[in-house]
């Protein structure tokens, strides 16, 4: 936005030279992203335009905290129904689109729902090994996710608002995501493409912090991306006239 690029640090230096280049960009901002597994600045910041922010847009970046604090807050007796509904959401995605649904999904589905339970009895008492790494990795996630908070404010003025994620441990020591990442959505004027959160405590506050900025939420069923350590941005492209405005008068093509 404003001319500016935003990329992680597992991109190449050569990559970086290249885009700095072009004629249109006034400056790349290199935000850390090696403590992550899958790598891509785009599943823990997006960019939502919006008329309540004096820039025309505010930046959107992962909470673990967040993630942990809503989980934690969800009473015992409503947990089985958070849960089933990560089930669920796999099921409704197996319905969609059988083709690419497979077996390997069905097992990677399992894992998150059993990681899931695993974390909640962690922050309520119930300690076990497994339950302090998935702790450890959203701390460690939460430190990284905060810093890129730091450097975005201390590059530019835009509003920032955090949205909820989990993270486990993943391979080669890095983090992975626990749950779909919320910010690796597809940004079309006010209507939000978002990733299936699977928890309905953090659909339901993803929804109250978007809503607020005027744009309309829609969730997609995900589980495959997911799966696959992507989402929903990863596997669509949105081409954009480079001289309109964030909300401007000209069509998106």
């Given amino acids: 936005p404003d001319s500016k690029l935003l990329v992680g640090n597992t991109m190449t ?3 970086q030279t290249y885009l700095r280049t ?24 997006a960019i939502v335009p ?5 820039c025309g847009y505010v930046f959107a970046v992962a909470s673990a905290r967040l993630g942990i604090d809503l989980l934690r807050a969800v009473p015992q007796d409503e947990l089985k129904g958070e849960l089933v509904s990560v089930l669920q959401s796999l099921f409704k995605f197996r319905k969609i689109c059988p083709e690419a649904f497979g077996k390997t999904d069905a097992v990677l589905g399992m894992k998150t729902f059993e990681q899931l339970a695993l974390l909640y009895r962690q922050l ?3 300690e076990s090994k497994k339950g302090q790494k998935i702790i450890a990795a959203c701390e460690e996630a ?16 835009v509003p920032i608002v955090r949205i909820p994620a989990l993270y486990t441990d993943g391979p080669y ?4 995501d626990l749950t779909p990442a919320l910010a690796n959505m597809v940004v079309i004027d006010e209507d939000l493409i978002v990733p299936d ?6 659909t339901s506050h993803t929804s109250k912090v978007f809503q607020e900025l005027g744009s309309k939420v829609h969730y ?18 949105t081409l954009r006239d480079l001289d309109a405005k964030v909300r401007g008068d000209k069509p998106h093509k």
Wanted: proline share 4%.
């Fill in 124 to 126: 309520h008492g119930f």
């Fill in 13 to 15: 230096e050569e990559m």
């Fill in 197 to 202: 959160g699977l928890l309905p405590a953090f």
């Fill in 173 to 176: 020591g890095l983090v992975a």
């Fill in 142 to 157: 939460d430190k990284r996710l905060n810093d890129i908070v730091r450097e975005l404010s201390q590059n530019s003025n």
């Fill in 50 to 54: 919006t008329r309540k922010s004096p």
């Fill in 22 to 45: 072009f004629e249109n960009v006034e400056k790349v901002i290199v935000l850390n992203t090696n403590w992550y597994y899958f790598g891509h600045l785009d599943t823990t910041l």
């Fill in 220 to 237: 997609l069923p995900s589980a495959t991306f997911h799966n696959l350590r992507g989402q929903i941005h990863c596997a669509t492209i």
